[in-house]
């Protein structure tokens, strides 16, 4: 199996809530609403689109398992997922990772084993802060 990486940068922000039940989101935004219950971090340093070629075009193929590792110090959390052919990774701002199958141009991965609700609320907690930094470790095996 082929095993290929990818990780972006990310920070916390006051209104982080991590309580969605479906998704975890990153964005390149650096505002927040209460309305963004799935969103995990800010002023991401990359967009779904300008992810290595090497890790989307991995995602793209039919049977690639994705392993997302979310790290905000001193915890790690990991989400496993599947890719798809039917992906398009186009989103230059957000990465979404899906409980369910639903596609679109900010889908990182699908049927993941966890969403926002799932995060450690230590680590929630911790991405209330505006300078906390956490890493999105993105690998994929084909």
């Not at 992906?87 to 596609?103: A, H, N, Q």
């Amino acid at each position: 199996m082929a095993r290929y990486e990818d990780a972006v940068e990310f920070y916390g922000h006051p209104m982080v809530r991590s309580l969605h039940r479906n998704t975890i989101e990153v964005t390149k935004d650096s505002h927040l609403t209460i309305n963004g219950d799935c969103i995990i971090g800010v002023r991401a340093d990359k967009g779904l689109s300008e992810l290595s070629s090497s890790v989307k075009d991995s995602i793209t193929q039919r049977g690639s398992l994705v392993t997302i590792s979310i790290e905000v110090q001193p915890e790690t959390f990991v989400v496993r997922a599947t890719g798809s052919p039917e992906l398009t990774l186009e989103s230059p701002g957000e990465m979404v990772i899906r409980k369910s199958g639903f596609v679109s141009p900010r889908t990182l991965a699908l049927h993941a084993d966890a969403a926002a609700k799932d995060i450690p609320r230590s680590m929630a907690q911790r991405l209330r802060n505006q300078d906390c930094r956490g890493v999105l470790r993105i690998e994929v095996q084909v």
